[in-house]
């Protein structure tokens, strides 16, 4: 242990900041950035510090990099998260930035972690400063940054993707740790760590303190006990698991449609926001080719709800082999967006007299509900010629039924329809 300036004994540092990198050749990973020639290579060794947005999983090596940058432009390091601070916090980065300059001619890193987790007024605060460069700014943030970022800060920084680490990476990680595994042992916690270099080192302290000389597989497994791979709840793991769910669905490919519902379950996914995603699956890809679809997904949810889980995830898993089995057809979902885009270019059209509702006879003396055919009252219940449209519309035809499923039925019925007059 090392000791304070009162001589008090400080605990060791957690093993992920003993094995942070001191330099950027010392980092693993992200050649695709740090390789000579690349991007932020060039940046480090341009001498010329600016603003950008780290965005990358958890452990992928984003708070080191910018811990590296103010080493490397002998800039001052402010670090602030987003999950724990807000305005006044920003105010004080900005006043200590303001002094540094002033009393020692350095400039500032000011590293916002999580930055998504700002709202636009506290990530509009930073515009000014980094405008008159009092600080280079540094966000680092797990989601896409073209949805939580602000445009206006967006548009001043530099965006650089970061890569889960591979296993080779991983591999060389271990390298540096104490820790003697057999291969089991080696690649269940590489697998463990999914890309995660902080997990991993995490995982290789709990294993260190336990004292055992060599560790296998099993003793790995009972160690670390049942940990899942790692799922952000909302984060872009999440987005791009949902789409690939959704695709597979679409696809009718019902086992990789399973995969991927049981990789977000047992990932953590929250049950209730996966069933009301094959709902809008049951919308936007079935339609009315199978309306069954939509029912079911309702039921599953119903069924999650007074379940619960596990038994209640079963019922989801139905929906989606359910979904991706079903006929296909997005004719609804295009009709709809068709005639949403019509309505938003068209002017207001006023509703047909002969259409209107008549509830008094003022309405019914200036021609309200006149001429209106009620279609009961029609053979086959159909008011053949009858316009319902607003007048002067041009004719259109958004509905196009597939020829697949219940709408093979549907189309040939409003073909059918078309042909009386």
């Not at 296993?167 to 463990?192: H, N, Q, V, W, Y």
């Not at 509830?359 to 021609?367: A, I, R, V």
């Not at 319902?388 to 549907?410: A, F, H, Q």
């Amino acid at each position: 242990m090392s000791a304070d300036l009162f001589g008090r004994k400080e605990p060791p540092a957690p093993l992920a900041d003993a094995l942070r990198p001191k330099s950027l050749d010392e980092v693993v990973g992200q050649q695709h950035l740090l390789g000579p020639g690349k991007p932020l290579r060039l940046a480090f060794e341009s001498g010329k510090p600016h603003s950008m947005i780290l965005w990358g999983p958890p452990g992928s090596g984003k708070t080191t990099l910018a811990r590296l940058m103010a080493k490397a432009f002998d800039a001052e390091f402010i670090a602030l998260s987003a999950v724990l601070s807000g305005v006044k916090d920003i105010r004080e980065a900005v006043q200590t930035a303001e002094h540094t300059l002033e009393s020692t001619g350095r400039r500032t890193i000011l590293f916002v972690d999580e930055v998504h987790r700002f709202n636009k007024a506290q990530q509009d605060a930073f515009l000014p400063y980094v405008e008159k460069g009092l600080f280079t700014f540094v966000g680092a943030t797990t989601e896409n940054p073209s949805f939580e970022v602000n445009s206006a800060l967006l548009s001043r920084a530099s965006v650089y993707v970061l890569e889960p680490l591979q296993p080779e990476d991983m591999e060389k990680l271990l390298s540096r740790t104490p820790i003697c595994l057999d291969e089991g042992a080696k690649t269940r916690l590489i697998g463990f760590a999914d890309g995660d270099a902080r997990r991993l080192l995490n995982a290789v302290e709990i294993l260190l303190n336990t004292g055992q000389d060599k560790i296998d597989a099993a003793f790995l497994e009972q160690t670390l006990a049942k940990n899942l791979r790692r799922f952000d709840k909302g984060g872009e793991q999440f987005y791009d698991q949902i789409s690939a769910l959704h695709k597979a669905v679409r696809g009718s490919d019902a086992d990789a449609s399973l995969y991927w519902l049981v990789r977000m379950l047992d990932g953590g996914a929250d049950p209730r926001y996966v069933g009301r995603r094959l709902v809008r699956m049951a919308v936007e890809d079935i339609g009315l080719a199978d309306p069954r679809a939509l029912r079911l997904t309702l039921d599953a949810c119903e069924t999650y709800e007074r379940l619960g889980s596990p038994e209640g995830e079963l019922a989801l898993a139905e929906a989606a082999l359910y979904l991706a089995v079903a006929a296909k057809s997005n004719a609804v979902y295009e009709a709809y967006n068709a005639a949403r885009d019509f309505i938003k270019a068209d002017g207001t059209r006023p509703v047909p007299l002969h259409i209107r509702n008549a509830p008094t006879k003022l309405m019914k003396n200036l021609g309200y509900g006149k001429g209106y055919r009620y279609a009961h009252d029609e053979p086959d219940a159909y008011s053949a010629g009858q316009t319902y449209l607003p007048d002067g519309m041009p004719p259109v035809e958004w509905y196009k039924p597939t020829e697949r499923g219940l709408e093979k039925s549907i189309r040939e019925k409003i073909a059918e329809l078309k042909t009386k007059k």
